[in-house]
């Protein structure tokens, strides 16, 4: 049985007059179990780019993780296998109404392998497409499905279609199920993939050697067998006169859930969060309250994770007015360190926009920028990449040059890995 935790870090003193408190809500989960745990069989969709860009090695190589993916994937799972041009085709199981997903066994194994060998590179890239196939198929199995998750690989811009299908599909497919994004080689576009994997509470990374994509495919479906708790939702209450300023989270990774929010009731909002295996996130929350006089205490929000509908584990954020300025004053570490993070992944994103645009001034101020935040909280990963496209000359003050010859494969790992936070040390 999973067992959940919560801790609440911040600093709930406010001075005279102030209104807004922050906080850092460490959620976890513990004894997750395996996807199916929920007594609902999980679904798995893997959607692999078809188009004539792929080329013989680019492939050869995806049809290779195609299948590894396959092998994978557990008997019992429902899966189905998409080919993705300026269209969809359903690859597997090759049906043309009811169910558009079957269960995994050895036969249904083998019959996916032998379509999968069967790609070829021809055609364009429409992922809006693609994902509405996935979300049918999906819906074609009706309630039968606990998790429900995709792979999703391109090697591509999104060219075959608006960008208003793109979003209209990605729209279409949030809630639905959840997606993991990866691109080959360097001719993709990061910004574009990212929407579709933010949005569908999934990852992005580039793969830029073909030669990884297979093992890349087994750790994304291991992950994904992983998760035993289902659709779990984030609740924010927050009492009457107050205003949520925002909803983040900022570990594993930063991703701005503000806007997804639902009301639940007229003091309470859901945010999604997908499944989850045994792990830990933390979210940044943000809450304006009306001042109160100096001594008076308050509740200002209380954090709810929340599984089939049942609260599982709270955390309470606390407000009191003094005029301490010792205690006013402080500032928690845990709000400061996740803070800074999430102004370094915006810093590289805006840097790196900067620099494709040909603005060397903005892109060295928003890198040296970055590069100072990475040091400074300890973001290895961020810091190993960020010197892979501009030379240090001092990390304390953010003073950086632009390489001049910089591999665009590095550029975009370091795009992918921007939303990628670091735990604060001690």
Known sequence: MA?????????????????????????????AGRAGASGKAPGEIIIVDTSGSMGQVNMAAAKNAAMTAVDTIADGTFFAVVAGTHEAYLAYPMVRTGRGMVEMNPRTRAEAKQAISWFNAEGGTAIGAWLNLARALFGSMGDALGNKHALLLTDGEDRDESQADLDMAIRASMGVFQCDCRGVGTDWIVSEIRKVSSALLGTVDIIPDPSRMAAEFASIMQASASRGVT????????????????????????????????????????YPTGSWSDEERDYHVGVRLPAKALGQEQLAARVQLVVD?????????????????????????EVAHYTGQTELAAAIQEGLAAKASGDEAGATTKLGRAIQLAVASGNEEATSKLKKVVDVVDAGTGTVRLKRAVDKADEMALDTASTKTTRIKG
């Open 3 to 31: 067992t959940f935790t919560s801790t609440v870090y911040q600093n709930e003193f406010l001075p005279d007059g102030g209104t807004d408190v922050n906080a850092i809500v460490r959620l976890g989960v513990s004894g």
């Open 231 to 270: 659709d779990a939702e984030l609740r924010v209450w927050v009492p009457q006169g107050a205003q949520v300023l925002f909803v983040r989270q900022v570990s594993p990774t930063v991703d701005d859930l503000t806007a997804r929010g639902v009301p639940v009731n007229p003091l309470t909002s859901g």
């Open 309 to 333: 509908g049942q609260p599982v584990t709270q955390g309470l954020v606390k407000a009191t007015w003094s005029n301490d300025a010792a205690l006013t004053t402080r500032i928690s570490p």
